[in-house]
């Protein structure tokens, strides 16, 4: 490995990135939508929701709202107030209940995020006038924790697709142009080896994951923890190897740039749909967990939202950790192939 034939062609991609017109407007979208909901809340009702109850009646609570309604609510018990007020502040649950007495109740929500306010505060009235078997008499005390602004909560989601798009749809539609442009043979035909230029690829689109990020999360005014922030930039970088590895992937079996622009985007869509409604029901959920979105976008709505510490999202680092090594093996496998075609 020579650092200045890697450097060389990393400073060479990422200029060529920077002048592309294309890929300029594919990410001041996502940046731009980051900050417009920094001002504006569009409430949204989700369909699932993460209850836990405690104190007297937890045991007929928590049956009633399994029986009630199995597919929208997930219900948790909890030995004490404490504990169950400390699991909403870190978002492990979105509403705990506590019947203070005579059909009475008490609840704490999830403010954190603006958007699902609504519906939460909606659905623990419904479902609490239900199990009391009243009609119109409020019998829940609200209390809301974790207030926080739409712009906050949602950026996850905009840092999630922006990763995505940048690597799977960008960098595979330039790899394959220079492809097609014969630009990649005279890089192959320089003393640079077949794992420099790959290596110098991946770092390219890898640093305009995190320099497009960065920028998110400065106009955002993002404040963090130390742990939060040091889990923050794991989980963005491994996260940028991934989707760059895909993107390099793709547009290494692409014959043509406009090839591999339609492949990414039918891979684009399957990608980032199922991750991020994950919440929406179980089959959604499970069918998140076998794609990295999945873990990139919870790990930092953990960070951003609650900041946690890098035990409570060591699982996700530790999910990514295996899709970067595997995609980024796939990748190498695959570029050594198309060179063997080639020839």
């Given at each position: 490995?020579d650092?200045r034939?890697i ?8 200029i060529?990135?920077l ?12 940046l731009a939508a ?5 001002v504006i809340d569009q409430?949204?009702k989700?369909?699932?929701f ?15 709202f ?5 597919d ?20 492990q649950?979105?509403?705990l209940?506590?019947?203070?007495g ?5 609840a704490?929500?999830?403010g ?13 009235e419904t479902?609490l006038l239900?199990y ?6 409020p ?8 207030q926080g ?5 949602l ?9 995505v798009?940048?690597?799977v ?13 014969g ?6 035909i320089?003393?640079?080896t ?5 290596l ?7 640093l305009l ?6 920028v ?10 130390f ?9 963005l970088?491994l996260?940028a190897?991934?989707?760059t590895a895909i993107g ?5 079996f ?7 622009r ?15 409604a994950?919440?929406l029901s179980t089959?959604t959920?499970n ?11 919870r790990?930092?709505r953990e960070?951003l939202?609650y ?7 060591r699982s996700?680092i530790?999910s990514l950790a ?7 093996g796939?990748?190498f496998?695959?570029?050594?192939r198309?060179l063997h075609l080639?020839?």
């Open positions: 490995m650092l034939r450097r060389a062609i990393v400073h060479k991609d990422f060529e990135a002048r592309n017109k294309t890929i300029l407007i594919a990410v001041f979208l996502p980051s900050l417009f909901l920094a409430p949204e989700p369909m699932y993460r209850v836990g109850v405690t104190g007297r009646e937890s045991n007929q609570l928590e049956a009633f399994q029986a009630t309604a199995p929208t609510v997930d219900v948790s018990l909890y030995p004490n107030l404490t504990e169950g007020k400390l699991a909403v502040t870190q978002g649950i979105d509403v209940i506590i019947p203070t005579r059909g009475q109740f008490t704490y929500l999830d954190s995020n603006p958007a699902t306010y609504l519906a939460l505060k909606d659905m623990v479902m239900a009391t078997g009243r009609t119109m008499e019998i829940v005390d609200l209390i809301v924790l974790n602004q739409a712009s906050a909560s950026l996850p989601l905009w840092l999630t697709i922006t990763a798009m940048i690597g749809m960008i960098l595979s539609g330039s790899f394959a142009e220079e492809k097609e442009r630009t990649l043979d005279n890089i192959r320089s003393p640079a077949d794992g420099e230029i790959l110098s690829k991946g770092i390219s689109g890898t994951v995190m320099l497009i990020s960065l998110m999360l400065v106009l955002n005014r993002v404040e963090l923890s742990q939060a922030a040091v889990g923050c930039g794991l989980l970088i996260g190897i991934s989707f390099l992937l793709i547009g290494l692409a014959k043509t740039q406009s090839a591999a339609a492949i990414s985007t039918i891979v684009y869509f399957p990608l980032i749909f199922p991750a991020l994950a919440d089959i959920r069918l998140a967990t076998v794609l990295p979105t999945f873990y990139l976008y790990g930092l960070t939202q900041q946690a510490q890098l035990g409570a999202i996700d530790f295996v899709f970067t090594i595997f995609l980024a796939a990748t496998l695959g570029y050594r198309s080639d020839n």
